[in-house]
């Protein structure tokens, strides 16, 4: 039977399972809360924001000196000019982009069939065998069937216009709420600590206060570093990306570069995701300018993997290429996209509370390794 001391040092796991639920199932709550989420969703998109912009604020609070009022106003000036940056000029051309490029899909699936039609292979034994008549047959089968499905998408109607008018103005409504909350938020930062804190000494004793504090310091430090680190990076890596692609006169070079960018934040798998659209669409153009784009976008991955990566986030995760891939992969069954981009920060915090509970049992134990 496990004493009382036994048990407190279990109730240390506490924090890790409780960090771990909140995360992963939080972001994926059931239909029936959903009346109560729509209205903290302004609330998630204040504290999300406030998240992002606080290293910067701390960074011109060191520089300047001024009154935080001030502070929080340069970082928002900032934030404006971004997104003015990105309503006005990068996301209608992405947009337009991506649009010229559905309207060519039923091209490029007409292009590939004509191919598969008009072209003959010889494959030995696969021939005598009659798979590879069976490849063709399928094939054209299921490229008409592919037609079939997206001709509706690309036909869109009235009422799914408006749908996606709503989710948009709803969001975009959400994103102005949590901007105007997040100013105070960053404002009261200080007090809301200080209210954190009594709040962990009214509930707990002391040393375990104490220790539920240190874990919520170590937590913020792996996610603001990760997050931020991995913002930058994935921002760079989608300029360069365009840089480089419009280089190589790739078509649709802009919205190729911004799906790199973005899946670029997801860890190992995100950069291969990133890699295939643009290799298989420019391959309808050219495809000796497709296998450039391959090899460019490859290479523009190791330099990210092997050297602006490890700059700019340096080894605070502290995970093995496993650990990070395991992560991923359960983060993204859990919780989806949002998942797989939490999972690394997430293992890496029940790392090292982990290390922490196995190094306190092997002291207690006098056992060293």
Known sequence: MIDIKERKKYLNLLPIIIISIFIFKFVTVPKSFAPYTNLLKPFFWAFGIAYILNPMLLFIEKKFKLKRIWN????????????????????????????????????????????????????????????????????????????????????????????????????????????????????????????????????????????????????????SRYLIGKIIDSTIIGILCFIGLAMLRTPYALVFSTIVGVTNMIPYFGPFIGMIPATVVTLFYSPIKALWVLVFIFGLQQFDGLYLGPKILGMQVGLSPFWIITAVILGGGLAGVMGMLLAVPIAAVIKTMLQRYIHNKLESKNIKL
């Open 72 to 223: 929080i106003l340069i970082v928002y000036t900032i934030l404006l000019c971004i997104v003015t940056l990105i309503i006005t000029i990068l996301t209608p051309k992405v947009a337009m982009g991506l649009g010229s490029l559905f309207k060519e899909i039923p091209k490029f699936i007409k292009t590939t069939e004509e191919y598969f039609n008009t072209h003959t292979f010889n494959f030995g034994i696969l021939d005598r065998l009659g798979v590879t008549d069976y490849l063709y047959e399928n094939l054209s089968n299921i490229l008409e069937e592919l037609a079939k499905t997206i001709n509706p998408i690309l036909n869109k109607t009235i009422v799914q216009l408006i749908d996606i008018t709503s989710s948009i103005t709803s969001a975009l409504t959400n994103f102005a709420l949590g901007i105007v909350i997040s100013i105070y938020m960053l404002k009261d930062k200080d007090l809301f600590k200080k209210q954190s804190k009594a709040l962990m000494y009214a509930l707990f004793d002391p040393t375990k206060a104490n220790r539920i504090i240190e874990i919520g310091r170590e937590s913020n430090t792996i996610f």
